[in-house]
């Protein structure tokens, strides 16, 4: 993709605004915490302490809204502590001195870092250092400093407080991601009576597993409708993909397909009523037609077979899930899955952090180095600018730059729109209105009311929001618009396009990584599908070993999926792996973890025949699969040599289930069509 039609689709996509569901009730008390805390702040201090506790409370109702399956509370707690820690430590210094850049350096420095423990945490770093700039500059001596990092901390504190009084909607974000994985599983099967090897995005599952994830502390409030479900959900999919693929199930026509589509569509209702249920906290109400579909007597005389076996645990798996979404059932019993808590993650996270250091080409590391230098860089330009308020050059670039390119460049020019649109309202506001301090302070608080009700609709909207907030919120302080809204236009123009050629003088781009992560998904694959076929060698052997193996499946699926992403918009040529050559070869690797998926759901009980020749094929697999892994990153045509020769070892044996040794022959196949998508006229030849 060239640089213009780059930049022409990242400014699209950074200026779209998106129909979402608002949260009006989440808003007004996250406004009500801003509202008491200035309103405490200017009664007792002024309006100078005011705005550093407001720009506090601000900050901490802004952490709770990024995407983290911790108490709301602990975000603003943690947001409004690190806010005042970070001011107070940029007074000390000095913001005129050489020792404050240093500072900021650093500090801009780590928070890139930090996005290496996850985006939630990157976010509020990074928002913490932005806030810092401007906080820095309010009080005049030591004390004052003291007593502004005080009232910021106040204001998460207050925050924190008022999610803890006045909760709502609680568990809902969890409720949330189990009624999606649900629902998610439901559609799946109604799609798969149209189309037998229709796909499935695991995105949804894995989002639950994440929101499944608890405290020991969690796990004993946890409603009992939140137990277990996900984990039987799980379950479902793989028989639901069996029974209906003709290859291992019923034909494609006939008596047995209809029966297998009206048990597909009597799950699809199960789930989506079990859905409901979770989601709201009530009671499913499943429709009388499809409880009559599953309970029916002559499934066992229509269907044989593995198809038999298949619609049986269909029908135990949804009374299960009907069950536990009843808050009863299997779900109680179910091991929580353990998180640790906020003090035992900082160890961790410290050493995610400090491993980054060492990987000098991870896109982390490079958006740390990125945003220390453009952070510094503008603080230096505003300073030597004939304009006030310098810090917003770095605030802005601060804000807008992420580790990926399409982000980065989406933001920016998000971010300067939005100001523009919000300072041309505030402006028109105040020539209406020419507000004194207290309606200053009111209207701010309105703006960030706006701002966190629109959170989600886009990040242009935000800015707007935000850069309205940030004139009143100064405003209420006695600095005229005249001395605002020029400067921070400007400075914020500059602060983007410094973020802007940042990227382009110093990228991370995604696109050479491809191939590396096409590897990294065929070896996941290579070790699902061994894990699979050993259990038919020795049936007796646990599945810690094959639950692990699909979850990096998974996990390598989503991140081949993200560089795909990010590598269509960037602005680079693809270097040995071209579009068509993605693409099939992502359609064989998904077929091959199908098929993997399709022979684990009849794997043999304990007690089974086992199956001597599965064990050879299963090393031969994962031999192979790490071999053709390692030829792909070296731009190589992988080669199957040893999975033919297992197989032609294992066509003299006997097989006493037809499932496995057919779904033997439809690894091989997919592994044939993975190497037929890189011998493509315009992939390299071996």
Not at 81 to 100: C, D, E, K, N
Not at 474 to 485: C, E, F, K, R, S
Not at 584 to 597: C, D, F, P
């Amino acid at each position: 993709m060239s640089w213009v039609r780059a930049l022409k689709e990242t400014a699209r996509s950074g200026l779209k605004v998106e129909r979402r569901r608002l949260e009006p009730l989440v808003a007004l008390r996250g406004a009500a915490g801003l509202a008491i805390v200035v309103g405490i702040s200017l009664t007792l201090f002024g309006p100078s302490v005011a705005a550093s506790s407001a720009f506090g409370a601000f900050q901490g109702a802004i952490a709770t809204y990024q995407r983290s399956w911790r108490p709301r509370p602990v975000l603003a707690l943690a947001s409004g502590l690190s806010l005042a820690i970070s001011t107070f430590l940029g007074y000390l210094v000095g913001t005129h001195s050489p020792f404050f850049l240093l500072l900021l350096a650093l500090w801009t420095f780590m928070a890139g870092l930090a996005w290496a423990v996850g985006p939630t945490v990157g976010v509020i770093a990074s928002s913490n250092v932005a806030i810092m700039l401007v906080t820095v500059t309010l009080p005049s001596t030591v004390a004052e400093a003291a007593g502004h990092a005080g009232m910021i901390a106040v204001g998460g504190i207050v925050q924190a407080a008022l999610i803890v009084l006045f909760p709502i909607r609680r568990w809902g974000a969890q409720r949330d991601a189990l009624a999606d994985a649900l629902a998610a599983v439901g559609d799946y099967a109604r799609r798969l009576r149209h189309d037998p090897v229709a796909p499935f995005d695991a995105e949804p599952l894995m989002t639950a597993r994440l929101a499944a994830a608890v405290t020991p502390r969690e796990a004993r409030r946890r409603p009992a409708e939140l137990h277990g479900a996900r984990g039987v959900a799980e379950r479902i999919r793989p028989v639901l993909a069996s029974l209906a693929d003709p290859a291992l199930g019923v034909p494609e026509e006939g008596e047995e397909r209809h029966r297998v589509r009206e048990l597909l569509a009597a799950a699809g209702t199960v789930l989506d009523a079990a859905a409901r249920a979770v989601r709201h906290g009530e009671a499913p109400v499943i429709p009388p037609a499809a409880q009559a579909a599953l309970a029916t007597p002559d499934t066992g005389a229509i269907l044989t077979g593995p198809a038999r076996r298949a619609a049986g645990r269909l029908t135990t798996l949804l009374a299960d899930v009907v069950e536990t979404a009843q808050g009863s059932g299997t779900g109680q019993g179910a091991e929580p899955l353990l998180r640790p808590t906020l003090p035992r993650l900082i160890p961790g996270a410290l050493r995610t952090m400090r491993a980054e250091l060492g990987r000098r080409r991870s896109p982390v590391f490079r958006h740390a180095v990125r945003v220390c230098v453009v952070a510094t860089v503008g603080y230096l330009l505003g300073y030597v600018l004939p304009f006030g308020h310098g810090y917003w050059a770095p605030m802005a670039a601060v804000m807008v730059m992420r580790p990926d390119f399409t982000l980065t460049y989406a933001r920016a020019v998000a971010r300067f729109g939005g100001t523009l649109v919000g300072v041309a309202l505030a402006t028109g506001i105040v020539q209406l209105t020419h507000p004194d301090t207290s309606l200053s302070a009111a209207i701010a608080v309105t703006c960030a009311f706006l701002a966190y009700l629109l959170m989600r609709t886009g990040y242009a909207v935000l800015s707007g929001c935000v850069s309205a907030y940030v004139v009143f919120l100064l405003g209420m302080g006695g600095l005229q618009w005249t001395q605002t809204v020029p400067d921070r236009v400007f400075l914020t123009l500059i602060g983007g396009a410094l973020a802007m050629v940042s990227y382009a003088v110093y990228p991370a781009w995604e696109t050479p990584r491809l191939r590396t992560r096409l590897a990294d998904w065929l070896a996941a694959n290579g070790r699902y599908a061994s894990a699979v076929v050993l259990h038919y060698a020795d049936p007796d052997r646990g599945t810690g070993e094959l639950r692990q193996a699909l979850l990096d499946t998974r996990e390598a699926r989503i991140a081949w999926q993200e560089a795909l992403d990010k590598a269509t918009h960037e602005p680079v040529r693809h270097r040995g792996l071209s579009h068509l050559a993605a693409e099939e070869s992502a359609h064989a690797l998904s077929q091959l973890g199908r098929t993997a998926m399709l022979m684990e759901a009849h794997l043999p009980d304990r007690d089974a025949v086992p199956v001597p020749a599965a064990a050879k094929l299963a090393e031969a697999l994962r031999a192979a699969t790490e071999q053709g892994a390692k030829a792909v990153r070296e731009r190589r045509v992988p080669r199957w040599d040893e999975v033919e020769q297992a197989l032609d070892a294992w066509d003299g044996e006997g097989v006493p289930d037809r499932v496995v040794r057919r779904g033997a022959g439809l690894v091989l196949h997919c592994l044939d069509d993975l190497t037929e998508a890189l011998t493509a006229p315009n992939s390299p030849k071996p």
